[in-house]
């Protein structure tokens, strides 16, 4: 079993930062990828970004040059830095890990969702 805990979310305005984090436990081996996704209300979830075991990172084109996604491997938690942020960045973030347990299976795990609302 694998446990993902978020934190981080909130009410900022608009131009304002946030800090997402999201911890995972249990029966983990090695986390191959992490990633946060996002839905807004009516909308289907979409990729934000995504974070290999080695550093290499992915953006939607909407978040580049606001977002840094970043992970500390000793504590299997992934960071997404959000700066700049805009109405339109309104939603529920979801972290998501591509990970293999230590029974040698891989799977993969959604956490339970931060809204992240930005408004005046």
């Known amino acids: 079993q694998v446990q993902l805990v978020e934190s981080g979310g909130g009410l900022v305005q608009p131009g304002g930062s946030l800090r997402l984090s999201c911890a995972a436990s249990g029966s983990i081996l090695i986390i191959r990828a992490m990633g946060w996704y996002r839905q807004a209300p009516g909308k289907q979830r979409d990729l934000v970004a995504t974070i290999t075991l080695t550093g290499g990172t992915n953006y939607a084109d909407s978040v580049k040059g606001r977002f840094t996604i970043s992970r500390d491997n000793a504590k299997n938690t992934v960071y997404l830095q959000m700066n700049s942020l805009k109405p339109e960045d309104t939603a529920v973030y979801y972290c998501?890990?591509?990970?293999?347990?230590?029974?040698?299976?891989?799977?993969?795990?959604w956490g339970q969702g931060t809204q992240v609302t930005v408004s005046s």
């Open positions: 998501n890990i591509d990970a293999v347990s230590t029974t040698a299976t891989r799977m993969t795990s």
